[in-house]
Nanobody, 114 residues
Framework: QVQLVESGGGLVQPGGSLRLSCAVSSFIFRLSGTDWYRQAPGQQRELVAT???????NYADSVKGRFTISRDNAKNTVYLQMNSLKPEDTAVYYC????????WGQGTQVTVSS
């Protein structure tokens, strides 16, 4: 059964905004922090943002000041608000969690283009 499901990707112009969502199974949401990764074709998957179960956040230098990771406990959902998007932000974005093993969502495509 699917335990992490991303949504919210799409096509946006440079300078625009998107909000990605990751619906997380309850036992994972309760016990694990959640990360957002991204991967462009031919490139390595890179860590974009982290949100620990205790609420602390960290961001890659490339997205600091533009992206915000947050959660809605009532909905078991983690968000990635992306503002001031640049073409280099184009990638498939994945949510990730770990409880003695890695859990990955299926990914959602973000394309930043005019």
């Amino acid at each position: 059964q699917v335990q992490l499901v991303e949504s919210g990707g799409g096509l946006v112009q440079p300078g625009g905004s998107l909000r990605l969502s990751c619906a997380v199974s309850s036992f994972i949401f309760r016990l694990s922090g959640t990360d957002w990764y991204r991967q462009a074709p031919g490139q390595q998957r890179e860590l974009v943002a982290t949100l620990t179960s205790g609420g602390s956040t960290n961001y890659a230098d490339s997205v600091k000041g533009r992206f915000t990771i947050s959660r809605d406990n009532a909905k078991n959902t983690v968000y990635l608000q992306m503002n001031s998007l640049k073409p280099e932000d184009t990638a498939v974005y994945y949510c990730h969690a770990r409880i003695s093993k890695d859990y990955w969502g299926q990914g959602t495509q973000v394309t930043v283009s005019s």
